[in-house]
Every structure is written in C-alpha cells, then in structure tokens.
C-alpha cells in the first residue's frame, strides 16, 4: 500500500473516505472513478489522490489530454465532440512544454 504525504506539512496522511467522480472520454462517455480521500492528522487538511491514469485536469481523460499535447486533437478533431475548449488546451500547452 502505498502512503501518501501531506501537500501542506509534510505528515503521513491517513485514510478518509471515497469519493465518485464523472471523468468524460472521447464520444461523449463518461466513466466513473473512485477517488480516494486522505486527511492529514497534523494540519486537517483533505488531499485527494488521483489514479495514476488522470491527469489533476478535472474532467478530461489522460487520452484526451496526451491527444493535446501532442497535437492530433484540435478544435477541429470531430471525433472528439467534446473536446475542451481552446483555453483549456492552451492553458495544458503552456504548462506542459
Ligand atoms: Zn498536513
């Protein structure tokens, strides 16, 4: 089991609880994922943990993002329907080159 440290105060954070979330994929599907919740001892706070598939990029998949990043989804890619919006994929260009 792996152990998570707190963002803020550097304590081993212990287990919360889960939580459900909506992550949107290509073609308008949705897939549900567990997130798991941790709650420093020390400092109170609560740190989510994220699967190591998803990118802390709210509701896009890991696929969608990499498709961004490496420029074969655009604005103009109609098969992503639903693909984030040019801010969006701006804002991951910069942060991530
Ligand atoms: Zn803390």
Known sequence: MRTHTCLECGAVLKHYD????????QNRNSNIVKIERFKCPVCKHIH??????LY?????????????????????????EDYPCEATMHRWLNEFH
Not at 18 to 25: D, G, H, L, P
């Open 56 to 80: 802390p990029y709210k509701q896009y998949s890991a696929e969608i993002i990499n498709g961004v990043l490496d420029g074969s989804i655009t604005s103009d890619t109609l098969e992503y």
């Open 48 to 53: 989510r943990v994220l699967p190591d598939d």
């Open 18 to 25: 889960f939580v459900s979330r909506s992550v949107r994929t």
